[in-house]
């Protein structure tokens, strides 16, 4: 598996990746039924870059966002999102792209990385990022409205990198 | 004093105050040297509204913007900023501004409203917000570049509107 940064020609192969994780509406804030064009702008235009995790045989095998978590005085903490593909998961494609990015961020001079909604049902997330050095600083009470559970809480998760 | 929504006239006399609070660089993450455009992106166009604190002879004693805090799935969440003039601070502007924007979320459909960067050093802010009902749910260690102080913590502070 290698990580690279996104390219234009990538795109076809990403945003179906991207739809059906918004969709599932398990996961992540962005609206279940988002366009191809607010997906566009949500994990290409807005981040400070966005990574691809490759198979060797060019498989897309998950993509994450980095990018500053807050302007100016708040800018040294990052932000990241990850999503691995349904058919990579449990290969430890997560805990690579969140190493990468742990690094990715030092090189880039960010001094700390923030997770602002991590849903608290999503429980394999939540034990691998403490794996890998993040607290829960913070719980936001039902913040999340999940697609089929309801109103349930979310978690602000921290780690610092320097 | 009477709470109103901005027009476009009010820009002249509200985008000093801004400028000001932000190079002052102890309340919020917009970077201190912010330009005119970025400040007015910030306060304007981003939020979902911005509303403006006014003495009965129309002096600007202070500001709020509303907005969702998160997209979709957690836009049932607001977040809120407020600004009050120097001149005016201690006559309560920066309560009745919290007050009547909790009035307006609930009016709009927000569920909660959310601080992501209360600045741990602001203390007056962190009493009023917890006297109008708001809790620390997260402290963020040293996410905020504080002019003077340099790396402090900051809260995420949370209320619950409905």
Known sequence: MTVRPFQDADWPQLWPLLRDTFAAGDT?????????AEIRKAWIDAPQSTWLACAADGRLLGTYILKPNQPG????VCN?????????R??????AMCEHSQD???RQGFRAMQFNLVV???EGAVRLWRKLGFHIVGTLPRAFRHAQRGYV???VMFKTLV
Chains 1, 2 share one sequence.
């Open 28 to 36: 992540y804030a962005f609206a279940p039924d988002s366009s191809e």
């Open 73 to 76: 005085l708040g800018g040294h």
């Open 80 to 88: 990241c999102g990850y999503v691995v593909a349904p058919e990579a």
């Open 90 to 95: 449990g290969q430890g494609i997560a805990s």
């Open 104 to 106: 990715e961020a030092r």
């Open 120 to 122: 608290s049902t999503n």
């Open 153 to 155: 809480d979310a978690y």
